[in-house]
């Protein structure tokens, strides 16, 4: 069993910025895919950001790009979501997740293991 724990989630004015992060108590999170995905309230959860083992490639949903950036340290098992210019949409219960190394996928059933999520709110 993998465990990722979250963090870094809280309340911020819309405009404002917010880290979090996802450290995986796992000796092969090198060699694993790594996304964030969220879910509002009374919605379906839906895939943020990706990125690949060695950090080279990146993906994201189109209403967070250029404004959210996906990183890791494989040093300290952690993998990072920076989300700046945050906007009241934006609030939801944000999840990390472990995939098997290959393509990046954005689908939620590619994703092997779930961390048990940190709330983001952003007030307006």
């Known amino acids: 069993q993998v465990q990722l724990v979250e963090s870094g989630g809280g309340l911020v004015q819309a405009g404002g910025s917010l880290r979090l992060s996802c450290v995986v108590a796992?000796?092969?999170?090198?060699?694993?895919?790594m996304g964030w995905f969220r879910q509002a309230p009374g919605k379906e959860r839906e895939f943020v950001a990706t990125?690949?083992?060695?950090?080279?490639?990146?993906d994201y949903e189109d209403s967070v790009k250029g404004r959210f950036t996906i990183s890791r340290e494989n040093a300290n098992n952690t993998v990072y979501l920076q989300m700046n210019s945050l906007e009241p949409e934006d609030t939801a219960v944000y999840y990390c997740?472990?995939?098997?190394?290959?393509?990046?996928?954005?689908?939620?059933?590619?994703?092997?293991?779930w961390g048990q999520g940190t709330q983001v709110t952003v007030s307006s």
């Open positions: 796992e000796r092969t999170f090198v060699v694993k895919n």
């Open positions: 997740a472990a995939d098997r190394p290959g393509a990046l996928s954005t689908r939620l059933e590619d994703y092997d293991y």
């Open positions: 990125i690949n083992w060695s950090g080279r490639w990146t």
